[in-house]
C-alpha cells in the first residue's frame, strides 16, 4: 500500500501562487505515475494534472490549469506549482498514485490518494 500525504494548501489572493507537495511512502516507485485531482464543494473530484514515472516526465494538464500550473516530481515527491489562481481553483486537492506508469485523467485508474489539502482563492 502507498501512503500518500499532501501539503502547502492555504488562502491566497486571487492572481497568487502556491505549491502544494505530496509525498509517498509504503510500496511507491518511481515509475509509477502520480497525479493531482480536485475538488469542489458539491462537485465532483476532477482532473488537475499527472506526470508519468522519473525517466518519462510525461505530463497531461487539465485544459483549465494549462500554462499556470506546472507539475513535476522526483521519485516518490511530487509538486503542483501553480500561478495565477483564480476563484474557481478553490478545491481540497488530492494526490494520486497509480501501480504502473502512464499517466492518465482517469481517476479510477489511480489506486492511492491522500487525504487532500485545502486551497482557497479569494476574489
Known amino acids: 500500500q502507498v501512503q500518500l500525504v499532501e501539503s502547502g494548501g492555504g488562502l491566497v489572493q486571487a492572481g497568487g501562487s502556491l505549491r502544494l507537495s505530496c509525498a509517498a511512502s509504503?510500496?511507491?516507485?518511481?515509475?509509477?505515475?502520480m497525479g493531482w485531482f480536485r475538488q469542489a464543494p458539491g462537485k465532483e473530484r476532477e482532473f488537475v494534472a499527472a506526470?508519468?514515472?522519473?525517466?518519462?516526465?510525461t505530463t497531461l494538464y487539465a485544459d483549465s490549469v494549462k500554462d499556470r500550473f506546472t507539475i513535476s516530481r522526483e521519485s516518490a515527491r511530487m509538486y503542483l506549482q501553480m500561478n495565477s489562481l483564480k476563484p474557481e481553483d478553490t478545491a481540497v486537492y488530492y494526490c494520486a498514485a497509480r501501480q504502473w506508469a502512464g499517466p492518465t485523467t482517469n481517476e479510477n485508474e489511480y489506486t492511492s490518494w491522500g487525504q487532500g489539502t485545502q486551497v482557497t482563492v479569494s476574489s
Open positions: 506526470i508519468d514515472g522519473v525517466w518519462s516526465d
Open positions: 509504503g510500496r511507491s516507485f518511481p515509475n509509477y505515475a
